[in-house]
């Protein structure tokens, strides 16, 4: 079982920056694929932005060039860099782990909510 925990989020002006965390219990050394995906209210759950072995990146339309995301293999941590934020960036964001590679499975963080408001 692989615990995630994600930190960074909160409340921000529109044109703010937030910087989420994502720390991983296990070592993220041989994962494939991590992810952060959101959910605005009324929506369904959406990918955000991914990264892949060797650093390979996919965002969403929505968030590119204003995001990034980016992981510490070292310290097994998940990051994703938010920057000239929006109001309709306004959701819960969740990190994602995927382990099937390694035979695992997939893991969902508890999700920490970002509000863009003035």
């Known amino acids: 079982q692989v615990q995630l925990v994600e930190s960074g989020g909160g409340l921000v002006h529109p044109g703010g920056s937030l910087k989420l965390s994502c720390t991983s219990s296990r070592s993220i050394f041989s994962i494939n694929t991590m992810a952060w995906y959101r959910q605005r209210p009324g929506n369904q759950r959406e990918l955000v932005a991914k990264?892949?072995?060797?650093?390979?990146?996919n965002y969403a339309e929505s968030v590119k060039g204003r995001f990034t995301i980016s992981r510490a293999i070292l310290n097994g941590t998940l990051y994703l860099q938010m920057n000239n934020l929006k109001s309709e960036d306004t959701a819960v964001y969740y990190c994602?782990?995927?382990?099937?590679?390694?035979?695992?499975?997939?893991?969902w963080g508890q999700g920490t909510q970002v509000t863009v408001s003035s």
């Open positions: 994602y782990l995927d382990d099937r590679f390694n035979g695992g499975e997939e893991y």
């Open positions: 990264i892949r072995s060797g650093d390979r990146t």
